[in-house]
């Protein structure tokens, strides 16, 4: 079964960090790149950071540049989301994809495309 699956979500207070995680199953990891996307209520769903197959590229929306780190284990078929500093505004559900770069954006794949079911992030006092 093709799968993505995000943990690590939770309640930070501001400045704090999380990391998240996003495990593949199912298809040859890879050979694939992976991106974090999220969507706050109310609002369009944003791609925050896309890491390429063989870490050739890595990008991030500018919202987060500085603050989030993605990485990617192949050896564990797992891509992590290293948020620090986070703040009330990065309060969203997470989820993890395969990705691309196109045109400066963070977009899913559409030749193939994978979503996990989505985590919470909840940065408050």
């Known amino acids: 079964q093709v799968q993505l699956v995000e943990s690590g979500g939770g309640l930070v207070q501001p400045g704090g960090s999380l990391r998240l995680s996003c495990a593949a199953s199912?298809?040859?990891?890879?050979?694939?790149?992976i991106g974090w996307f999220r969507q706050a209520p109310g609002k369009e769903r944003e791609g925050v950071a896309c890491?390429?197959?063989?870490?050739?590229?890595?990008d991030y929306a500018d919202s987060v540049k500085g603050r989030f780190t993605i990485s990617r284990d192949d050896a564990k078929n797992t891509v992590y989301l290293q948020m620090n500093n986070l703040k009330p505004e990065d309060t969203a559900v997470y989820y993890c994809?395969?990705?691309?770069?196109?045109?400066?954006?963070?977009?899913?794949?559409?030749?193939?495309?994978?979503w996990g079911q989505g985590t919470l992030v909840t940065v408050s006092s």
């Open positions: 890491i390429s197959r063989s870490n050739m590229y890595i």
């Open positions: 994809a395969t990705a691309l770069v196109l045109g400066g954006l963070i977009l899913p794949n559409r030749y193939f495309e994978v």
């Open positions: 199912g298809f040859t990891f890879e050979h694939w790149g």
